[in-house]
């Protein structure tokens, strides 16, 4: 019996060993995800920041918080703002984010809903001082020496990457204009003078392109006369040429047989002034009816 009893505290006392011991690692030893960061603090005061993954050691008394270090995206509700032009428009942007600095994250924001608070904080002041000292057309014009948007926008966010930062151990990744956009009060009075803005500056290209293009007509009408005029002047000219080379075609053949031109010349006239159908009364004498009555005359007398 007394075998037993020793055997029965002797199972205790390893059994509480045991227990002790399993408490004891896990007070004193943590992991580190590779998608984490890991603050080790005593009473309260961070002693000691881990980056990197894998196993560590801390006193059992000390304690542990974990952040995760991937990318964040924030994008907060519409706001209204005033932009120099005393116009009212409503805004929102996108903060992409992550932690950098964990010791310094733990003791100002502590978690990701105060470093989201903050960060929308900041966006709102830096966005309303931008918007406030800049004209709306900087971030509506579509002329390239009016727009804007993108330098305004990247001041905004190198701003708010300054402050994150040293402030909070926050480092903002990029800033982006989701929209920018008119409060619904006052959407169908700024459309309107929009649309009338739009509608004198077309009439103005329109008057430009109207007159550009009689200049052009202009211009094409005197390019066109004088080619004509060339082209009048060369076509006389071949015309000529053409005159005279037949001229001399028809002395030639004149001059190897007048009597074969001559009757030539006789048929074509007839030809040309008898048309079908026609009927002529010809003296006996004329030349037309010896022609057509004695088929010797073409051979001379």
């Not at 996108?94 to 904080?121: C, H, M, Y």
């Not at 800033?175 to 959407?187: A, G, I, S, T, W």
Request: glycine share 4%.
């Amino acid at each position: 019996m007394r075998s037993d009893a020793k055997w029965r505290v002797r199972t205790v006392l390893l059994l509480a060993l045991a227990a002790s011991a399993a408490v004891l690692v896990k007070l004193c030893f943590f992991t580190v995800d590779a998608s984490e960061y890991a603050v080790v603090t005593e009473f309260g005061d961070p002693v000691q920041v881990i980056k990197t993954p894998g196993l560590n050691f801390k006193y059992p008394y000390q304690s542990v918080t974990k952040f995760d270090n991937r990318l964040f995206i924030l994008v907060p509700p519409l706001s209204e703002f005033l932009t120099l032009g005393k116009t009212n428009v409503v805004a929102s942007s996108a903060i992409l984010w992550r932690i950098a600095d964990p010791k310094r994250f733990l003791q100002t924001v502590f978690d990701k809903n105060g470093a989201e608070s903050r960060l929308s904080d900041i966006l709102f002041a830096e966005l309303g001082a931008a918007l406030g000292r800049t004209p709306l057309p900087a971030f509506v014009s579509i002329n390239p020496g009016e727009y804007q948007a993108e330098a305004i926008l990247k001041m905004v966010a190198e701003q708010i990457r300054e402050t994150a930062l040293r402030d909070y151990g926050i480092a903002v990744v990029d800033v982006r204009l989701q929209r920018l956009d008119f409060p619904e009060k006052n959407r169908l009075s700024v459309f309107s003078r929009m649309k009338s803005e739009r509608g004198r500056v077309s009439m103005r290209y329109r008057s430009e392109g109207e007159e550009e293009g009689l200049k052009i007509r202009a211009v094409a009408e005197k390019e066109k006369t004088r080619i004509m005029s060339e082209a009048f002047k060369i076509s006389q000219k071949y015309r000529g040429e053409g005159e005279a080379q037949a001229a001399r075609i028809y002395a030639e053949a004149l001059n190897k047989d007048p009597a074969f031109y001559k009757f030539l010349r006789t048929m074509e006239a007839s030809r040309k002034s008898i048309d079908q159908g026609t009927t002529l009364v010809l003296p006996v004498d004329s030349e037309l009816f010896r022609l057509l009555y004695d088929s010797n005359y073409h051979q001379g007398e």
